[in-house]
């Protein structure tokens, strides 16, 4: 990445620079800023939904270019979903991890590290978390989770609240999770669905489009969404 990095320095892309990372939560696709990752890897623009990669990274993983170049820089090219995704976080998760369409119902993932079963039930999703936390805390500091977690392309975030019955806040959903997608050096970019006030059906498969995100230092996947739980812990999952 140390040479993608020295190819950022040219005229073009020197005026991507000015997008530096930003402190308010990224969740918002109407906050009008840019996230740059730290090599200069790849740019999302959440106000508008959209997301780019240097021509020298790698693609991102379940993407496909779109044929358009960033209108700062022909040096970023667009990138969107190579399919569609159900309203469904964690179901979107899976197919991130496994790089493919998933029938729903199945048993997909797994806790990385202690290789708990994750999506299994509510009850049974606390349980993994508090595990993961547990073993994760022995490590003291750099810890993998919560802040520390730090998935890599292929894994995905997922943010679980261990005591949902004391939650006030107006979000009800127990979880989210979050697949990743690349990853520049400390920073994540991941694709996201959210779930409806209806059940997420294969039959509404690509209806609503995923949202594009990056989380890294001065805004982690945990300090985004932490405040719409009592007691959250973000852990990692992978493919079971």
Known sequence: MRALQRSAGNAATANLMR???VSAPGVARSNGKYRLSQ???YLVEPATGSMYAHKLATAPRSCAATGQSHPKSADYIEYAPSMGFITDCLHTAEEIVH???LAQEGDYTKVAG???AFGLGEDENIKAAKKYKKEADKLGGKAPVNDGAAPGVGQAFVIVDTTPKKNKSSFRYPYHAAGVIARD???AVTMEMFASDEDAMDVDRGS??????MYGPGLTFHSAWSSHYATPVTIVIEKA
Do not use: I, L, V
């Open 19 to 21: 997008f530096s990372r």
């Open 185 to 187: 050096g400390d920073d």
């Open 39 to 41: 090599n200069g890897a």
């Open 99 to 101: 790089g493919k369409s």
């Open 114 to 116: 202690t290789g708990e």
């Open 208 to 213: 609503e489009p995923p949202q594009f995100q």
